[in-house]
């Protein structure tokens, strides 16, 4: 495994740091070799909940998990929509020579991955979306959002403790656990967030909104979602096939909104015979 981050030298003459904008390229996790195969994370995701996949995927593809911008490792910037994220990838990848590659999206990443390959096509040829359909969605997550940015991480000295104190609020275990991996130390040692949380919640209405229509990508397209997930139902599929004419869709029916952890093994099986299309 290789660990990349955004870095003067990767730019040539040019300096960019997590906090700046130009440029905009994206901190990523590679594996393996073969074909180009990009993988997007979720809203408050990162690269690094794709590691144990990333692996397995990579014994047969090249693999580049990456940071959505405000999200793990990759620059903050003020604003965030589709086609800007999606803009990011794309340079990420043009800098990478990913030309024709495969991509995976899950959820947000998903929406990204939709609006890359109808921008971008020459980027993308197969395209798998995970548990998300091209549609507005409601703001399920502004009350996360509020707790999370209402909290002062400067005031605790471990994960643990932030988690106990999100307990009431947040009573799910597991997914007080996924949350507390976007906490990072920052200068003395203090707990800081990774992601940019104020803009994130700032530009939470563009996040929701619906992959523009008008446009449709040829490539071959997969939507896996989860049975027990309300993300997708039959009525998407209508104007999914507008955008991708080519779209397949399965159906995990004991899995959740995150299907690649609650069905590991069937995701990558049905993953791996698609993409080795």
Known sequence: ??????????????????TAVLGMRLHYEEFGDGRPLVILHGLLGSSDNWLSLGKRFGEGFHVVAMDL??????????????????????????????AG??????????????ELALDRSDLVERLVVVDIAAREYAPRHVGLLKILTGLDL?????????????EPLI??????????KNIGSGAGGRLKWKPNLVAIQGSYPALTAAVEGGRSFA???????????????AG????????????????????????????????????????AG
């Open 101 to 114: 590659a495969r991509v995976i999206g899950h959820s947000l990443g998903g929406k990204v991955a939709m």
């Open 219 to 233: 490539g071959s397209a997969l939507l896996l979602s989860g049975g027990r997930s309300d993300y997708v139902e």
């Open 236 to 275: 998407d599929l209508k104007a999914m096939r507008g955008l991708f004419p080519s779209l397949e869709w399965e159906v995990l029916a004991a899995a959740g909104h995150w299907l690649q952890a609650e069905q590991a093994e069937d995701f990558f099986r049905i993953c791996s015979g698609f993409l």
């Open 1 to 18: 495994m290789h660990q990349f981050s955004i870095t003067p030298s990767w730019f040539g003459m040019r300096a960019v740091y997590p």
């Open 154 to 166: 400067g005031k605790f000295r471990s994960r643990t403790e932030v988690s106990a104190e999100l």
């Open 171 to 180: 009573p799910n275990l597991q997914f007080r656990q996924w949350l507390m």
């Open 69 to 98: 911008r405000n999200h793990g490792a990759s620059p903050h910037a003020g604003s965030m929509s589709l086609p800007e994220m999606a803009g990011d990838v794309a340079e990420t990848m043009d800098g990478l020579g990913l």
